[in-house]
Structure formats: C-alpha cells, structure tokens
C-alpha cells in the first residue's frame, strides 16, 4: 500500500494534467487526454491474455496498446489511464524504460509491484477526480448503489469505482474483492479504520460462512452472469473485530473476472465506543 504522502503527490500529478487539459467535468476520457499529447493508443488482439496494457517508447515517440480480451469499457479505460500514470508521474519512465523500449502492466491494484500500484492510483485520480467525484458521490445513498451509480457517471469499472469510493466515502464502508472462496483483496475507509477494535481481513480469509458472497459464489453461473445480493451481519463475520456492530453486505458477481465485488456498510457505533486511530495497514 501507498503510503500517503506518495498518494498525495500522485494525486497532484494527475490533478496538473486534467487542470493543463481544463478538464471540469465527468466523465474523463484518458484517450483523448494521450492523443493531445501525440500519444497513439491503439486496442490489443483479443487473443492476447495476461496484461492489461503496455506502453512503448520508440525515440520521442510514445504509444499504448490496451487489452481487449476482458469486454468492460470502465477497464479498459482505466488500462489506458494506468500507462498514462507510467508516461507521467516522476521518475517512471526512466525506471520502467531502463531495460528495454517497452513496458507491459497489470492494472487494477492486483501487482504488488509499488510502481504499478502508483500508476494505479494515477488512473484512479485521473478518472475519478477528488472534487467531482465526491460531489457525485454526495448525491447518492451509501452503499452498493453509490458505487452503481458513479460507475456509471464516471464511466468506470465497478471494482476501481468501489476502491476509490471507500479511499473518499465519510461512510464507514469496505470493499472486498474474492474469488472462489477466499478474500483476494479489501480496502477499507478511513472512518472505518478509525473504529477501535476493527483490523483488516487478511487475504486468504475464507469468506464468512453465512454471507450472501459466499452463497451467491456457490449458485452455479451467478459470477459470470452477475447476479447480486444482500443481506444483514455484523463485524465479526469479516473483520478482525474486538466487537459487534452491524452491517450491511451488498455483493455483485463480475462476468468473465470470475470474481466478486463486496461493499460492507458498518453501523455507527454506540456512544460508549470510543475511536482511536489506526495506522492503516493493507495485509496482501
């Protein structure tokens, strides 16, 4: 995980490119954004698997090639946007260009790689900007169909919309992301870290026994159709907790990732619960 002062920086790069562009509303196009600047972007044979896009550098020239065997649009989005992080933010292209002409990534806050996780965080920032983000994120009910609906506006994947909606939300809400029937991944927000007694699922965790994730990932064809569900819990089924307080869970299965996406809505703790800060800490 990044830690924040590296965040705050990337944030600012990609805050000085949508500003240089004048760019003041949603959604942002990243592709428009490469071609201003004599980037070629061009689609990926679907035949070719395993990396989300690649960034190639032939003299003063550059181009990025994005995946296309995965059928999302917000992804693919967000792939372009990724290797523009790589073409932008300090450092970068000395470091990823140093052994060849070249660069092949995996987008999506999957690598453990810290550059990739940095050209990740661009691509966040960039499509979903901090100030019209939370100005959308505002007008809508926390949960499941916040994330719905700023996919929607930002024209972004539901798994990257998530991530950046718990980074932003005031709510006390998680994001967990599992396959088969284990947590591959979750990122909580900051009101959420801050509850005493709360520490992160590590990955691996079995998903809790009677959660509607698990159950939804049991009923044949649910992930790849992207069923959904619902239902009520508390913090012990999902966290590390000292404590009980309630939940709510929303999950939705993600097509062809084979993957689901959770969104956990904690309660408000009593009176009696006093918070104490934590030092956030992403267990990978």
Request: glycine share 8%.
């Amino acid at each position: 995980m990044l830690d924040e002062l590296k965040r705050q920086a990337i944030e600012k790069c990609a805050g000085t490119v949508l500003e240089d562009d004048q760019i003041i509303a949603l959604p942002v196009k990243p592709v428009e954004i490469a071609e201003r600047r004599g980037i070629l972007v061009e689609p990926k044979p679907s035949s070719a698997k395993g990396v989300s896009g690649m960034l190639v550098k032939a003299g003063d020239n550059f181009a990025i090639a994005y995946a296309t065997h995965i059928s999302s649009e917000g992804f693919r989005r967000f792939s372009v946007a990724h290797e523009l992080g790589h073409y932008f933010i300090p450092g970068h292209p000395e470091a990823i260009f140093a052994n060849g002409n070249q660069h092949v990534s995996h987008a999506g806050f999957v690598a453990g790689d810290p550059i990739e996780l940095e050209a990740d965080h661009f691509a966040a920032s960039l499509l979903m900007p901090r100030a019209l983000f939370v100005r959308a994120m505002d007008r809508r009910r926390d949960g499941m169909d916040a994330v719905q609906g700023l996919a929607e506006v930002c024209e972004t994947s539901l798994t990257a919309t998530a991530i950046r909606y718990a980074e932003l939300s005031s709510a006390r809400v998680a994001v967990v992301v599992s396959s088969s029937t284990t947590i591959d991944y979750c990122f909580m927000s900051k009101s959420l870290r801050t509850v005493k007694g709360i520490r992160w699922p590590r990955k691996g965790r079995p998903l809790p026994k009677l959660s509607a994730t698990l159950g939804l990932r049991k009923r044949p064809g649910a992930v790849d159709s992207r069923e959904a569900d619902s239902t009520d819990g508390d913090t012990t089924d999902w966290f590390d907790s000292d404590h009980e307080l309630s939940l709510s869970e929303e999950v939705i299965g993600l097509g062809e990732y084979g993957r689901t996406l959770t969104v956990l809505t904690v309660d408000e703790p009593d009176d009696d619960d006093d918070d104490a800060e934590q030092s956030p800490q992403f267990l990978r």
